[in-house]
């Protein structure tokens, strides 16, 4: 073999252990650099990758893995690949091979499952006069050539600072964090979408570093969850607040905005009352970031408000807005979303509850998605979607990865098992990897109805979820129970759309 031969062979060996996997998909995206292969995997691979001439060739070596499927569907237009062909090696590896039509420079390398995708390998093909980039070290270096929308989701207080206390010495810090990781996980769900927390924990976040932390992910939207509260245990309901550098849209909102300018809430914050929310409210709106997006605010709150009255009865039907002097400039839509009054009987009630909170969280994500899908920001991956006729099919299906159960997705996905099956016409249990799956819409935001059931002999719960068309993890939660075992004559709550 010539020197120049051996020059061209690159061998990579990337060792994640030797477990046999399966890959599920492979997927391809062009930038102006390079072109990328990704394979979608149900574990992490050990591969090798290298490249031949006469003719250009890139070669990759799965090892202990099966190919799901086939790939001579993929696009591979704009691409230097030609054709791609797979083989079983030594009966248990998978060879794919690449054929160009001219000589490129591979780079690979394995990301991580994450919230949003499974363990996948990054296969880059730089074109010959393109500057090789380094390999990226973050889930947030993989654009696949078309950004994810970006959510910043801030729960207020946190740490020394619980916020309100209500019912039951409920605290605003804790069940505002519990909404927002719904939220966060309902967000990462949806294709094209990506979620940011300014908070994970039980810890303080300063305002102005919250709306950094938007700014340095880039954010789209910026929401912070809050739970109001009042002297007056009478007061109920959600409000949606956006920020206005012209006037109040109401007596509350100007008296919250007095408040606000006439103290330097900016440098501050600790002289603030908790006993005082309204204070504590003004001090959030403050650093909301609002200048030149007030309108796109004004627009996303309208879509929140349509979906959260299907939950909670809202204190105010339009989108509240007060002036702030010493509001920072920024770019970022903002609102702040009060989640109900803490201090209230029934909305402490609800802020209390998994399910209330899990069916708040999915009106919240319905309103901001149903927003972006008709406006979606340019070179998104929504965008790539909507241009290219595919929006609606957007978060309709799920590929069945090794290890799932139909009830399984049923319940990550917040449907009935028996809606599951009659959208795909499934009459049994049984599902295959790799097929895909049409999701119908989620229980999540639907408004509920209470009924009871009374257990009869032979019923199971399963069934009971069934016949109900509910999941089976919705009639667990609003029951508090701790397994599926129940007894004749036991009364259940069922929440039916």
Same mark, same amino acid.
């Given at each position: 073999?010539?020197?120049?031969?051996?020059?061209?062979?690159?061998?990579?060996?990337?060792?994640?252990?030797?477990?046999?996997? !399966?890959?599920?998909?492979?997927?391809?995206?062009?930038?102006?650099?390079?072109?990328?292969?990704?394979?979608?995997?149900?574990?992490?691979?050990?591969?090798?990758?290298?490249?031949?001439?006469?003719?250009?060739?890139?070669?990759?070596?799965?090892?202990?893995?099966?190919?799901?499927?086939?790939?001579?569907?993929?696009?591979?237009?704009?691409?230097?690949?030609? $054709?791609?062909?797979?083989?079983?090696?030594?009966?248990?590896?998978?060879?794919?091979?690449?054929?160009?039509?001219?000589?490129? $420079?591979?780079?690979?390398?394995?990301?991580? +499952?994450?919230?949003?995708?499974?363990?996948?390998?990054?296969?880059?093909?730089?074109?010959?006069?393109?500057?090789?980039?380094?390999?990226?070290?973050?889930?947030?270096?993989?654009?696949?050539?078309?950004?994810?929308? !970006?959510?910043?989701?801030?729960?207020?207080?946190?740490?020394?600072?619980?916020?309100?206390?209500?019912?039951?010495?409920?605290?605003?810090?804790?069940?505002?964090?519990?909404?927002?990781?719904?939220?966060?996980?309902?967000?990462?769900?949806?294709?094209?979408?990506?979620?940011?927390?300014?908070?994970?924990?039980?810890?303080?976040?300063?305002?102005?570093?919250?709306?950094?932390?938007?700014?340095?992910?880039?954010?789209?939207?910026?929401?912070?969850?809050?739970?109001?509260?009042?002297?007056?245990?009478?007061? $109920?309901?959600?409000?949606?607040?956006?920020?206005?550098?012209?006037?109040?849209?109401?007596?509350?909102?100007?008296?919250?905005?007095? &408040?606000?300018?006439?103290?330097?809430?900016?440098?501050?914050?600790?002289?603030?009352?908790?006993?005082?929310?309204?204070?504590?409210?003004?001090? !959030?709106?403050?650093?909301?970031?609002?200048?030149?997006?007030?309108?796109?605010?004004?627009?996303?709150?309208?879509?929140?408000?349509? +979906?959260?009255?299907?939950?909670?009865?809202?204190?105010?039907? &339009?989108?509240?807005?007060?002036?702030?002097?010493?509001?920072?400039?920024?770019?970022?839509?903002?609102?702040?979303?009060?989640?109900?009054?803490?201090?209230?009987?029934?909305?402490?009630?609800?802020?209390?509850?998994?399910?209330?909170?899990?069916?708040?969280?999915?009106?919240?994500?319905?309103?901001?998605?149903?927003?972006?899908?008709? +406006?979606?920001?340019?070179?998104?991956?929504?965008?790539?979607?909507?241009?290219?006729?595919?929006?609606?099919?957007?978060?309709?299906?799920?590929?069945?990865?090794?290890?799932?159960?139909?009830?399984?997705?049923?319940?990550?996905?917040?449907?009935?098992?028996?809606?599951?099956?009659?959208?795909?016409?499934?009459?049994?249990?049984?599902?295959?990897?790799?097929?895909?799956?049409?999701?119908?819409?989620?229980?999540?935001?639907?408004?509920?109805?209470?009924?009871?059931?009374?257990?009869?002999?032979?019923?199971?719960?399963?069934?009971?979820?069934?016949?109900?068309?509910?999941?089976?993890?919705?009639?667990?939660?609003?029951?508090?129970?701790?397994?599926?075992?129940?007894?004749?004559?036991?009364?259940?709550?069922?929440?039916?759309?």
């Amino acid at each position: 073999m010539s020197l120049r031969s051996l020059s061209t062979l690159i061998l990579c060996l990337v060792c994640f252990g030797s477990h046999a996997a !399966v890959v599920e998909d492979v997927r391809t995206y062009r930038s102006p650099e390079y072109t990328r292969l990704v394979f979608d995997l149900s574990s992490v691979i050990d591969h090798r990758i290298f490249t031949l001439e006469d003719p250009h060739r890139v070669v990759i070596d799965l090892v202990s893995s099966e190919l799901l499927g086939s790939l001579n569907d993929m696009d591979l237009d704009g691409t230097p690949i030609k $054709q791609i062909r797979s083989a079983v090696r030594n009966d248990h590896d998978v060879r794919v091979v690449l054929d160009l039509d001219h000589r490129v $420079q591979p780079r690979s390398f394995i990301l991580a +499952r994450n919230e949003q995708y499974g363990d996948r390998l990054v296969v880059d093909l730089y074109d010959p006069d393109a500057p090789t980039a380094s390999i990226p070290l973050s889930v947030e270096a993989l654009d696949e050539s078309k950004r994810d929308i !970006v959510v910043a989701i801030s729960a207020g207080h946190g740490g020394d600072d619980p916020g309100a206390i209500g019912v039951n010495r409920l605290q605003e810090k804790k069940v505002v964090l519990e909404i927002a990781r719904e939220v966060e996980a309902m967000i990462n769900s949806t294709p094209g979408f990506r979620a940011v927390m300014i908070r994970d924990g039980d810890y303080y976040v300063g305002l102005r570093q919250r709306v950094e932390i938007g700014h340095k992910n880039s954010a789209d939207l910026y929401i912070a969850i809050h739970a109001d509260a009042h002297t007056n245990d009478s007061a $109920q309901g959600a409000t949606v607040y956006a920020l206005s550098q012209r006037g109040a849209t109401s007596e509350q909102a100007r008296v919250l905005a007095e &408040k606000e300018n006439a103290s330097d809430l900016i440098g501050g914050v600790g002289s603030i009352s908790l006993n005082d929310k309204d204070e504590v409210l003004a001090s !959030v709106l403050l650093d909301l970031s609002m200048t030149g997006s007030i309108a796109t605010s004004l627009e996303i709150g309208e879509q929140l408000i349509s +979906r959260m009255d299907d939950v909670i009865r809202m204190r105010r039907v &339009k989108v509240e807005q007060a002036a702030f002097v010493e509001l920072k400039s920024a770019d970022i839509p903002s609102l702040l979303i009060e989640s109900g009054y803490i201090t209230n009987k029934n909305d402490a009630k609800n802020l209390a509850s998994e399910v209330w909170r899990r069916r708040f969280a999915g009106a919240v994500v319905d309103g901001i998605t149903s927003w972006f899908y008709d +406006r979606p920001p340019r070179g998104t991956w929504v965008s790539w979607q909507k241009e290219n006729g595919e929006l609606p099919n957007l978060a309709s299906t799920y590929t069945v990865k090794r290890g799932d159960t139909l009830s399984e997705i049923a319940d990550r996905h917040r449907v009935s098992l028996a809606d599951l099956k009659a959208a795909n016409g499934i009459s049994s249990n049984t599902i295959r990897v790799g097929q895909q799956l049409q999701i119908p819409g989620a229980a999540s935001t639907r408004a509920l109805v209470i009924r009871e059931h009374k257990i009869s002999r032979g019923e199971t719960l399963s069934g009971i979820a069934a016949n109900y068309s509910v999941p089976v993890s919705l009639i667990r939660e609003t029951n508090n129970l701790k397994s599926d075992n129940i007894r004749i004559g036991q009364i259940l709550k069922i929440p039916t759309s």
